[in-house]
């Protein structure tokens, strides 16, 4: 898929060693792509909010399968650092820890399920409270 303003590229790889927020990166695209994302929650009828909430499902949740179900922003993983150590509990496929790693950021990653295409190393782990 070309890449460019407008378009959301879910199948570019990724080089998981550069430090960027590429998932922040590819959310802003889609943004742009919606004229109403604004109003997604406004109680305000609007005919194009169907229109809307189907593209985002379409092309927001591939990203959310590659990255994470929550988009970390500068001001997330600044504020998580200044609470190391850190363990993450169900952190999928690591993409929150992976950022924090690259911040310097002592941090573990768990969850119950293994992914091959994780960001960071995560052993699947099964906790007993």
Known sequence: MRNNDNVVSVGTPCRKGDGSNQY??????????????????????????????????????PLAQKYSWAIPDDRSLRILSEFQPLVEIGCGKGYWSHLLQRRGVDIIACDTQSFEDSWTEVPKTLLLI
């Open 24 to 61: 922040l990166t590819q959310i802003k695209k889609l943004r742009r792509t919606i004229p109403s994302w604004e109003n997604f929650f406004s109680v305000e009828a609007n005919n194009t909010r169907m229109n809307d909430w189907i593209r985002l499902d379409v092309l927001g949740e």
